[in-house]
C-alpha cells in the first residue's frame, strides 16, 4: 500500500514537473484547460480561449525546447516525431530533427552496479583494460571500451543508465493520460491523434530499452549480409549479453561522418558511396529487415572501405506483399501516370479509396509532370514529394513506409556529399525490376498458388460443418437476412433473393454428403463440387447486379 502510494506521490511531482515545462515555453494550457487549474483560474499562467490563435511561426521551436527540458523518455519521442512529418506536419519535423541525445555522463561507478547486476559477476572477472571514459554517451545508455579476459579480444559494452526503464515506463504512463485529455478537450489537438502518436512511442521505447531486442536485430542483418563481403556487422558475445547490456566486437574505424567530411587517405569516396547505396536497397527491398536510422553517425567505414552498421536498437520490417508492391510503386513513380500510382497506393492500404479527392490526383499529377521525362537521380526528392503530397491531403501513412522515405533520403544525402554524380534511382529502378521478375517466376508463382489452394482446401474441409451451423440457426429462426437493393422491380428484387437461396441451398445440400464417396487430396469431391457451383452462382450473381447498375 506505502508503495502504491509512493508511486502516486512520484506520478503527481512528475505531473508538475511538467507543467511548468510546459507552462515556461507557453503550453501551460494544455494542462490548465482540462486539470484542477480549471477551478483555481488564479494559478493559470496565461487566459486562453477555444478560438485563440497560436504564434504559428513559434510553435515548432516551443515544442523542441519542452522535449530537450522533459528528459530522456521525451526526447525519444521527439526524434521519433522527427520523422513522421505526416503526422506532426513538416516545419515541426524539421525542428524537432535538432534534437539531440547527448546527455550528462553518469559517473562509472554507477554503470559497473549496472553491469555486474546484470551479468551476476564482479566486471574484473569478466573484462581487463575498462576505460572508465564512455566512448559514446545518450540518454538511455553509454558504451565502454574493454578487452575480455578469457581471450583477449577488444569489446564495446553498452550500458543502459539505472533506473532508465523505471523512468521511462513512469513518463509513458503520464504521456497517454496527458494525450487522452488533451485529445478530449483542446480540439486543436485532434489533427495530431496523440493516443495514437503516444501508442506507436510506447512500442518503439519498450523495444529500445529491451537489449535483447537490439542482440536479435544484429544477428539478423549479420546473417542477411553473411555473403557480402563489402559489409559488415559487429559480433555479438551473447553468454555478456542482457536486457541491459550488450558486449560487442569493438569496431575501429571512423564514422562516415567523418569520410563524408575529410579526405581520409584509403578510402575511396564513390565505391562506399555505392557500397552504402547497394546495402540499403538489400536491406529494404530484397530482405525486408532494415536499418531504420541510417544515419553517417550509425555506420562505420573500415578498411578497403567496407561498410559496418551500429546502434541496430530499432529496425524496419517488411512482408513479401509489401517489398514486391514497393517495388511496382517505384517503377510507376517513374511512369508518369498518377491515377496507376493512386490505384497502386490504394492497393497497398496506404490511402483508402475515400481519400482518392480530385485533390490528391492533381498534386500527384504536379509531381508527375515535375519528374516525368527528366533525368531522375534522387530516389528521394520524388518520394519526399509524394509523402509531402499525402500530407497535404491529410494522410497519415505506415510507420513503415515513412521510414522507408526517410531512410532513402538519409542514403541519398549522405552519397551526393562522397560522389556529387551520386546516382540513385538507376540502380533502385534495376533492383526493382529484378525483384518484379522474380515475383512472376515459375517456383514462386508455384508457391503462391499451393498456398492459395491450401486455404482453399480449409475452406472446403470446413465448410460442411459451417452449412450445418447456418442451417440449426435457420430452422431455430436466428439468423435475419436483409437485403437492400435500390431502384429495381420487385419481380427483380424476389428473382435476386431466390437466386442467393438456391446457392445456398446447392451447396449446402452437396455439402451434406460430403463426408461419403471419393475424396481428392482429402477433400471430399461432392462437397468440393457443392462449393465450386455455390461460387460460380455467387459470381454470377455479382456480374448480374453489376451490369444491372451499367444500364
Same mark, same amino acid.
Request: a negative charge.
Given at each position: 500500500?506505502?508503495?502504491?502510494? $509512493?508511486? /502516486?506521490?512520484?506520478?503527481?511531482?512528475?505531473?508538475?514537473?511538467?507543467?511548468?515545462?510546459?507552462?515556461?515555453?507557453?503550453?501551460? *494550457?494544455?494542462?490548465?484547460? =482540462?486539470?484542477?487549474?480549471?477551478?483555481?483560474?488564479?494559478?493559470?499562467? /496565461?487566459?486562453?480561449?477555444?478560438?485563440?490563435?497560436?504564434?504559428?511561426?513559434?510553435?515548432?521551436?516551443?515544442?523542441? /525546447?519542452?522535449?530537450?527540458?522533459? &528528459?530522456?523518455?521525451?526526447?525519444?519521442?521527439?526524434?521519433?516525431?522527427?520523422?513522421?512529418?505526416?503526422?506532426?506536419?513538416?516545419?515541426?519535423?524539421?525542428?524537432?530533427?535538432?534534437?539531440?541525445?547527448?546527455?550528462?555522463?553518469?559517473?562509472?561507478?554507477?554503470?559497473?552496479?549496472?553491469?555486474?547486476?546484470?551479468?551476476?559477476?564482479p566486471l574484473d572477472e569478466i573484462y581487463t583494460d575498462i576505460d572508465v571514459t564512455p566512448i559514446g554517451s545518450a540518454s538511455i545508455g553509454q558504451v565502454y571500451t574493454a578487452k575480455l579476459k578469457e581471450?583477449?579480444? #577488444?569489446? !564495446?559494452?553498452?550500458?543502459?543508465?539505472?533506473?532508465?526503464?523505471?523512468?521511462?515506463?513512469?513518463?509513458?504512463?503520464?504521456?497517454?493520460?496527458?494525450?487522452?485529455?488533451?485529445?478530449?478537450?483542446?480540439?486543436?489537438?485532434?489533427?495530431?491523434?496523440?493516443? !495514437?502518436?503516444?501508442?506507436?512511442?510506447?512500442?518503439?521505447?519498450?523495444?529500445?530499452? $529491451? *537489449?535483447?531486442?537490439?542482440? @536479435?536485430?544484429?544477428?539478423?542483418?549479420? =546473417?542477411?549480409?553473411?555473403?557480402?563481403?563489402?559489409?559488415?556487422?559487429? #559480433?555479438?558475445?551473447?553468454?555478456?549479453?542482457?536486457?541491459?547490456?550488450?558486449?560487442?566486437?569493438?569496431?575501429?574505424?571512423?564514422?562516415?561522418?567523418?569520410?563524408?567530411?575529410?579526405?581520409?587517405?584509403?578510402?575511396?569516396? #564513390?565505391?562506399? +558511396?555505392?557500397?552504402?547505396?547497394?546495402?540499403?536497397?538489400?536491406?529494404?527491398?530484397?530482405?525486408?529487415?532494415?536499418?531504420?536510422?541510417?544515419?553517417?553517425?550509425?555506420?562505420?567505414?573500415?578498411?578497403?572501405?567496407?561498410?559496418?552498421?551500429?546502434?541496430?536498437?530499432?529496425?524496419?520490417?517488411?512482408?513479401?506483399?509489401?517489398?514486391? $508492391?514497393?517495388?511496382?510503386?517505384?517503377?510507376?513513380?517513374?511512369? &508518369?501516370? +498518377?491515377?496507376?500510382?493512386?490505384?497502386?497506393?490504394?492497393?497497398?492500404?496506404?490511402?483508402s479509396p475515400g481519400q482518392n479527392t480530385p485533390e490528391l490526383k492533381e498534386d500527384i499529377n504536379d509531381l508527375m509532370k515535375k519528374y516525368y521525362g527528366a533525368k531522375l537521380k534522387n530516389v528521394n $526528392?520524388?518520394?519526399?514529394?509524394?509523402?509531402?503530397?499525402?500530407?497535404?491531403? =491529410?494522410?497519415?501513412?505506415?510507420?513503415?513506409?515513412?521510414?522507408?522515405?526517410?531512410?532513402? !533520403?538519409?542514403?541519398?544525402?549522405?552519397?551526393?556529399?562522397?560522389?556529387?554524380?551520386?546516382?540513385?534511382?538507376?540502380?533502385?529502378?534495376?533492383?526493382?525490376? @529484378?525483384?518484379?521478375?522474380?515475383?512472376?517466376?515459375p517456383k514462386r508463382l508455384f508457391k503462391v498458388g499451393t498456398n492459395y489452394f491450401l486455404e482453399i482446401e480449409h475452406l472446403a474441409k470446413n465448410l460442411p460443418n459451417t452449412v450445418n451451423n447456418t442451417?440449426?440457426?435457420?430452422?431455430?429462426?436466428?439468423?435475419?437476412?436483409?437485403?437492400?437493393?435500390?431502384?429495381?422491380?420487385?419481380?427483380? #428484387?424476389?428473382?435476386?433473393? +431466390?437466386?442467393?437461396? +438456391?446457392?445456398?441451398?446447392?451447396?449446402?445440400?452437396? !455439402?451434406?454428403?460430403?463426408?461419403?464417396?471419393?475424396?481428392?487430396?482429402?477433400?471430399?469431391?461432392?462437397?468440393?463440387? &457443392?462449393?465450386?457451383?455455390?461460387?460460380?452462382?455467387?459470381?454470377?450473381?455479382?456480374?448480374?447486379?453489376?451490369?444491372?447498375?451499367?444500364?
Amino acid at each position: 500500500m506505502k508503495v502504491r502510494e $509512493n508511486k /502516486r506521490n512520484s506520478d503527481i511531482i512528475r505531473i508538475n514537473q511538467i507543467y511548468q515545462v510546459l507552462k515556461k515555453n507557453d503550453f501551460g *494550457y494544455l494542462i490548465e484547460e =482540462n486539470t484542477f487549474f480549471k477551478t483555481f483560474p488564479f494559478l493559470r499562467n /496565461r487566459k486562453f480561449s477555444k478560438d485563440d490563435e497560436l504564434p504559428d511561426e513559434t510553435i515548432p521551436g516551443r515544442i523542441r /525546447r519542452v522535449f530537450e527540458d522533459l &528528459g530522456p523518455a521525451y526526447i525519444k519521442l521527439g526524434q521519433m516525431l522527427s520523422t513522421r512529418p505526416d503526422l506532426v506536419g513538416t516545419e515541426i519535423s524539421e525542428e524537432l530533427e535538432k534534437l539531440r541525445d547527448d546527455t550528462p555522463v553518469t559517473e562509472f561507478s554507477k554503470m559497473k552496479e549496472v553491469i555486474e547486476e546484470e551479468l551476476g559477476h564482479p566486471l574484473d572477472e569478466i573484462y581487463t583494460d575498462i576505460d572508465v571514459t564512455p566512448i559514446g554517451s545518450a540518454s538511455i545508455g553509454q558504451v565502454y571500451t574493454a578487452k575480455l579476459k578469457e581471450t583477449g579480444e #577488444k569489446v !564495446a559494452i553498452k550500458v543502459q543508465k539505472p533506473n532508465s526503464e523505471e523512468i521511462i515506463k513512469s513518463d509513458l504512463k503520464i504521456m497517454k493520460f496527458l494525450a487522452a485529455r488533451a485529445d478530449r478537450f483542446i480540439s486543436k489537438s485532434k489533427i495530431y491523434n496523440l493516443p !495514437a502518436i503516444v501508442s506507436e512511442f510506447e512500442k518503439s521505447i519498450l523495444k529500445e530499452i $529491451n *537489449y535483447l531486442e537490439e542482440v @536479435r536485430n544484429m544477428e539478423i542483418l549479420g =546473417n542477411n549480409f553473411k555473403n557480402v563481403s563489402y559489409v559488415h556487422i559487429p #559480433k555479438v558475445y551473447h553468454e555478456y549479453c542482457s536486457g541491459k547490456v550488450i558486449t560487442m566486437e569493438l569496431i575501429e574505424g571512423p564514422e562516415l561522418s567523418k569520410v563524408i567530411k575529410d579526405d581520409l587517405e584509403g578510402y575511396d569516396k #564513390k565505391l562506399i +558511396a555505392k557500397r552504402g547505396m547497394n546495402s540499403y536497397f538489400k536491406q529494404i527491398m530484397e530482405d525486408g529487415f532494415f536499418h531504420a536510422d541510417p544515419h553517417p553517425g550509425n555506420i562505420m567505414i573500415l578498411e578497403k572501405n567496407k561498410i559496418c552498421y551500429i546502434d541496430m536498437g530499432m529496425m524496419g520490417i517488411l512482408d513479401e506483399t509489401f517489398k514486391s $508492391n514497393l517495388a511496382e510503386l517505384i517503377l510507376l513513380l517513374t511512369s &508518369g501516370n +498518377a491515377d496507376n500510382i493512386i490505384n497502386q497506393l490504394i492497393y497497398m492500404d496506404i490511402i483508402s479509396p475515400g481519400q482518392n479527392t480530385p485533390e490528391l490526383k492533381e498534386d500527384i499529377n504536379d509531381l508527375m509532370k515535375k519528374y516525368y521525362g527528366a533525368k531522375l537521380k534522387n530516389v528521394n $526528392n520524388s518520394i519526399e514529394d509524394l509523402l509531402n503530397a499525402m500530407i497535404k491531403n =491529410n494522410i497519415v501513412m505506415p510507420r513503415e513506409f515513412v521510414m522507408i522515405g526517410r531512410g532513402l !533520403a538519409l542514403v541519398e544525402e549522405s552519397g551526393k556529399k562522397l560522389n556529387p554524380d551520386f546516382d540513385t534511382a538507376d540502380e533502385l529502378k534495376k533492383i526493382s525490376k @529484378r525483384i518484379m521478375i522474380k515475383q512472376s517466376s515459375p517456383k514462386r508463382l508455384f508457391k503462391v498458388g499451393t498456398n492459395y489452394f491450401l486455404e482453399i482446401e480449409h475452406l472446403a474441409k470446413n465448410l460442411p460443418n459451417t452449412v450445418n451451423n447456418t442451417l440449426s440457426k435457420l430452422e431455430e429462426g436466428n439468423i435475419a437476412i436483409k437485403i437492400k437493393i435500390e431502384g429495381i422491380s420487385e419481380i427483380s #428484387k424476389q428473382v435476386t433473393t +431466390a437466386i442467393i437461396i +438456391a446457392a445456398l441451398i446447392v451447396g449446402s445440400s452437396l !455439402a451434406l454428403f460430403a463426408d461419403k464417396g471419393p475424396t481428392f487430396i482429402d477433400i471430399p469431391i461432392i462437397g468440393l463440387i &457443392g462449393f465450386i457451383i455455390s461460387f460460380a452462382l455467387g459470381i454470377y450473381l455479382v456480374v448480374q447486379y453489376i451490369m444491372f447498375e451499367m444500364e
